[in-house]
């Protein structure tokens, strides 16, 4: 059974640093890519981040570039996410997703998610 | 990035009622758009990928079709589970982006 568990959420105030880390199994982890997605409270899906299967090329939406960074072991099953210089608009749940990619880019198995809040 | 917007934002249906959703991308996208389904504190759900290939374990009561940029998710006969929040995916360029969102709720 594919699983994706999240981990490291919390409470930090503007300006601070959480690690996110996103533990698979299930499944062949170093064959697929890896992606976070956030969803602010009542609001909708936004695509964060992706890495490639062997970590080597790393991508980041406009929002988050420069202050997040996305990294992988493959030894260990899991992806990493460091985000710094946190904003209160960064204040959301985080999923780890599997990215299942048939000449498109769709997601196919999701973690619960992780509840990150930035606030003084 | 690609634009993508649903209509409506909610909707109210009855157990038993069909109910379309339509779903539009900014620019041509293919056939490369996914429907995802989630339930209150609970991750999204993969229904409809390809605009309308069901995905394993899916009702066959839910349907995609459409390509270019209008497509559509139908659900033929609403059931006390279905309701819900269902939100369309463009995956034919990077990065993947999401609809705001249709709501069904319960009539």
């Known amino acids: 059974e594919v699983q994706l568990v999240e981990s490291g959420g919390g409470l930090v105030q503007p300006g601070g640093s959480l690690r996110l880390s996103c533990s698979a199994s299930g499944f062949t982890f170093n064959s697929y890519a890896i992606h976070w997605v956030r969803q602010a409270p009542g609001k909708g899906l936004e695509y964060v981040s992706a890495?490639?299967?062997?970590?080597?090329?790393?991508y980041y939406a406009d929002s988050v570039k420069g202050r997040f960074t996305i990294s992988r072991d493959n030894s260990k099953n899991t992806v990493y996410f460091q985000m710094s210089s946190l904003r209160a608009e960064d204040t959301a749940v985080y999923y780890c997703?599997?990215?299942?990619?048939?000449?498109?880019?769709?997601?196919?198995?999701w973690g619960q998610g992780t509840l990150v809040t930035v606030s003084s | 990035d690609i634009q993508m917007t649903q209509s409506p934002s909610s909707v109210s249906a009855s157990v038993g009622d069909r109910v379309t959703i339509t779903c539009r991308a900014s620019q041509g996208i293919s056939s490369s758009l996914a429907w995802y389904q989630q339930k209150p504190g609970k991750a999204p759900k993969l229904l409809i990928y390809a605009a309308s290939s069901l995905q394993s374990g899916v009702p066959p009561r839910f349907s995609g079709s459409g390509s270019g940029t209008d497509f559509t998710l139908t659900i033929s006969s609403l059931q006390p589970e279905d309701f819900a929040t269902y939100y369309c995916?463009?995956?034919?360029?990077?990065?993947?982006?999401f609809g705001q969102g249709t709501r069904l709720e319960i009539k």
């Open positions: 995916q463009q995956a034919n360029n990077f990065p993947p982006t």
């Open positions: 890495i490639n299967n062997n970590g080597g090329n790393t």
């Open positions: 997703v599997r990215e299942w990619y048939i000449n498109a880019w769709y997601y196919d198995y």
